[in-house]
Structures are given as C-alpha cells and as structure tokens.
C-alpha cells in the first residue's frame, strides 16, 4: 500500500493535546451538589474494589520462579484468579459510574489478531476497555510496577514494562512484545494504545510503531464517550487528572462504546516498515472516527507536529515570547533594539552566548524579571537560556530581518571554525535555534542540503527556500503573526493579542530578499 502523508502543523487541524470540561452555570451547580455527595461514595468503594483486588493480584503468581513467571500462566491459576479479578476491575468502574458498556463490533481471537491497538486514548478511564478485551496484556511504565495496587495487577497482566529512560529497557521490551505478538497464541492477546498519550479526541495523532514492529494483524478498536458532557479526557493541558474524576463521578452516569473494527491484515510493503503500517492504520481509524489523522506527537513532553524530520512545536516558544514582550510592555523599536543586543552579546565571543535570567532581563531590557524566568522556561529547564536560540527564533517571526538575513546570521552563529560548511550536529543546532525546540532528526535535511559532503550557506538556503517540504517550515511555521506582526508593523493588538489592521484582519509578507 502507498504511503499516506498525515497532515502539516498548521492552523487548519484543532489542538490535541488541550482540553477543559466546558459546563453551563447550571450544570457547574449540579456538579457542585451532586459531587460533593457521589464523589466521595464512588471513590470510596472504587478503592474497596482496588484494596480487595491487590492480595488476589499478587496471589496469581506466588510461589513462581523466575523462569515459570516468564510463560503465560495457565490452569488454575489461569481460570480462578481471572474471574476474580476481571469482575473486581469491572466493579471499579460500576462504582465510578460506568454503569453500561456497549460493544459494537467482533473482538478477533488472539490467532487472528494477536493486538488490539485502541484510540483515540483519553485518559486513565479508558482502561475499561480491557473489560470486553478480556483482561489483554499491556505494555506499561516499568516506574508504574511500584505503585501501590497498580504494580500488583500488572504483574497479574503480565504486562511488557519498559524504562523510557533507558535505551536497553526499550529494546528489551521490543523483544519481549515482538516475540509474543508472534507466539502463534501462545501468549495471551496484547491491547496498546498507539498514540502514546491522551488526547482530546479532537484527531488522532501520530501512531508510535510498537505495535506494529513484529509485522502481525491488528484489530483496531475505536472509543467512544457518547455523553452530553465531555468529562473523562485528561490531555497536557487543561482539566487535571483529579478534576476528570471530579466531573466524571459528578454525573449520574457515563456511557462508553467500544467498537471493534475488522482485523487489519497487512501488505507485504508494511510488515517491511512498520511506520507506514502505523500511518495507514491511523488513517483508517480516524476515517471510522470522522476526525483527521496528523503528524502531531508528544516529543519530550512538548507538543510537536513532523515534517521532513523537523520538530515542530505546536505552542511556539518565539511566538509566547513576543507576547510577554508587549505584555510588559515594550514597543516594536524596544524589541528591536533588544534583538541588536541579543546579537552583539552572541557574536562577541567573550562572554558565550549563555544567560541567566537576570542577564536576560537586563538585554531584554525587561522590568519584570519574572518574564525573563518565563522566557527562560520557553527554551530550557532552567533559568539560563542560549542566547543565540531566542535572538534566531524570535527574529524569524519578528520579521524585522529578512530570511536570507537571518539564515547569514545564523550560520555564522554555528559555523564556529569557519569553515563555511556546517557538520551534521551544527545543523541540528542551527534549526533548533531557528525553531526554537531541539531537532534530533535532520537527516534528511543534511542530506538535501549537502553537495560534495559539504552543507554550504547557500545550499542550505536553497533547500529551506525551494524544497517543497521546508519550504513550508519557513512559510508556515516562521511566518510573522499576532504578537511578532504587531511587532514587525506597528499595528494595535487587542485584549486577546490578536493583531488588527484597520478592517479587522491580519496581514504580513514574509520576505526571503
């Protein structure tokens, strides 16, 4: 099957990763009356389920060795515990209010689909699902096995635990999920959620290939929440995980559809690559689901849409930082006059191009010093940023200096032996500067940009300007808007940040000359 291509980080797509439980005033004092009675006797019997669930959980495999605790279990062990268990977990959930679970759909054997790959994930509740999946195995943070109750029932699921943190952990855990999914059921059915983390179910974003590395049938398996209030989606941003279970055992019911879609029996072409795989797979759910399937992922716990390889963050740090610019108040000549600092600080050499906060307040010429610690916060996990990440970044969108300009700039910045050719490391750096989030796939780039092994200035600046894909970096996600056009033109920006001209709409040219 051909490759689809998933859709660019532009503004036409919502949001994914936002979301906060929109309520009426009377809904608000509904909630308010009947949380404050339901929540309390809902999570109380929930950790009742949970407390008897944690000895049986553990009972499943007691007295087992190692190598016996590496097979999937069988007899007694098998039938006994199970039962108990999958009416417990199903009792957790008829507490919180889950009284009705409809199915659609044929769950496949675990021959004819050995994984159920489930979306769009919405949160902690969506775990109901391994109700009607008949308790599937899962692959789960290896940091979750210490948790109370939580670390008993996944060594009662058997589950595949993995390290993010560490390289060996993951690869083990590919191992060990690619040699059940091709045990010819021999290991029990494995259910994942592609995504990787929750959503708001607005679209899909881009599928992780775990569960489609051993090449094997998928049976998706869509979710829905057919509810008048959306209350069980805990996304990156907006409604916590507390407040979900708030307004979800607020209400007097929730309803949940699980629907099994016909197993996915894939091509030739995608057992050889699993990304395509992925790819189709998630356009076809997002096709039942009637919601666009994206490029969008979570890449250190930062939002960011694929392109050509590139990272690019949703929310930009170059755009938030030109709004607290004009929030504290400078003008666009202000602004300006701070980039020109920004840039003599970092081709001085003297000093680096590494400041604190207070340093950056100063250049900035901020009054606010909690705004530099903010900016600082945009690009780094502490109070000193790379000057040379700020001063690129928010001159792209400023668009006080053409793009030909800026790319001089910057390839001087990193072009630290002067050379005029840039390694494979000083381009990542340069486009992570320009984008300001770091960039650890830019293969691709180097490639198109690189004549004789050589990346000159110029080449570079051919591919971003005529490429068709970076092309669109530079177009669409470095084009000057809101705070940046407000501050390249001059113009008023209103209360929400949004620039105006004099017939209420927002215009900008980008120039590369």
């Known amino acids: 099957m051909e490759r689809h291509d998933c859709h660019s980080a532009t503004r036409e797509y919502p949001h994914p990763f936002i979301h906060e439980v929109k309520m009426t005033r009377t809904q608000k004092i509904r ?79 675990k021959k004819e689909a050995p994984v159920l790959v489930v979306a769009p994930h919405s949160g902690f509740l969506d775990m109901l699902v391994l109700f009607p999946a008949e308790l599937a195995t899962v692959v789960s943070r290896s940091e979750n096995s210490s948790l109370p109750v939580i670390g008993a029932l996944l060594e ?30 021999y290991w029990p059915q494995m259910l994942m959620f592609p995504e990787g983390t929750t959503t708001n179910g607005s679209a899909l974003i881009k ?34 995980w507390v407040e979900a279970l708030w307004h979800t055992t607020s209400q007097f019911y929730t309803n949940m559809t699980v629907e099994f879609l016909p197993v996915y029996n894939p091509s030739e072409e995608e ?19 009637g919601i ?73 010429g901020l009054t606010d010093r909690q705004t530099a610690v903010t900016i600082c916060s945009l690009y780094s996990k502490d109070e000193i940023v790379d000057l040379r990440q700020v001063y690129l970044s928010v001159s792209a969108l400023s668009g006080f200096v053409s793009f030909k300009s800026l790319l001089h700039t910057a390839f001087t910045l990193f072009d630290r032996d002067g050379r005029g050719s840039l390694s494979a490391e000083q381009l990542s750096d340069l486009m992570a500067a320009l984008l300001g989030f770091p960039q650890h796939h830019t293969e691709e780039l180097y490639t198109q940009a690189s004549s004789d092994g050589q990346l000159t200035e110029e080449n570079l600046l051919r591919v971003l300007t005529t490429h068709s894909t970076y092309q669109r970096v530079v177009n669409e996600y470095m084009q000057p808007e809101e705070a940046g056009a407000a501050l390249a033109n001059g ?3 209103n209360n929400n940040g949004n620039l105006h001209n004099g017939n209420g709409s927002l215009h900008y040219r980008k120039k590369f000359e």
């Open 31 to 109: 909630g308010i009356i009947l949380g404050s009675i339901l929540f309390p006797l809902r999570v109380t019997l929930a950790a009742i389920c949970f407390l008897i669930m944690w000895p049986i959980a553990r009972l499943r495999l007691a007295g087992l060795s190692e190598e016996e605790r590496s097979r999937p279990v069988t007899g007694w062990r098998l039938w006994l515990f199970y039962g108990i268990i999958k009416w417990l977990s199903r009792g957790v959930f008829f507490s919180l209010g889950f009284y009705w679970l409809k199915v659609k759909g044929r769950r496949a054997d």
């Open 156 to 185: 009662f699921n058997q589950a595949v635990l993995v390290s993010r943190k560490d390289p060996e952990s993951r690869k083990k855990a590919v191992t060990q999920v690619t040699e059940r999914l091709t045990s010819n059921g």
């Open 207 to 240: 599928f992780k290939p775990g569960a489609f590395l051993a090449g094997v049938p998928v049976q998706p398996v869509l979710l829905h929440y057919p509810n008048k209030l959306d209350t069980v989606r805990w996304t990156y941003k907006g409604t916590t």
């Open 271 to 289: 057992k050889s690559d699993p990304i395509l795989y992925a790819d189709n797979v998630q356009k076809l759910m997002a096709k039942a689901l």
């Open 292 to 364: 666009p399937a994206t490029d969008y992922v979570m890449e250190g716990r930062v939002p960011v849409s694929k392109l050509g390889g590139l990272s690019l963050p949703l929310e930009s740090a170059a755009r938030e930082t030109l709004s607290l610019l004009h929030r504290d108040g400078l003008e666009a000549h202000e602004v300006e006059a701070a980039l020109d600092r920004m840039i003599d600080r970092c081709q001085s050499g003297a000093q680096g191009s590494k400041v604190s906060a207070e340093e950056l307040a100063s250049i900035l």
């Open 491 to 493: 113009k008023a920006v």
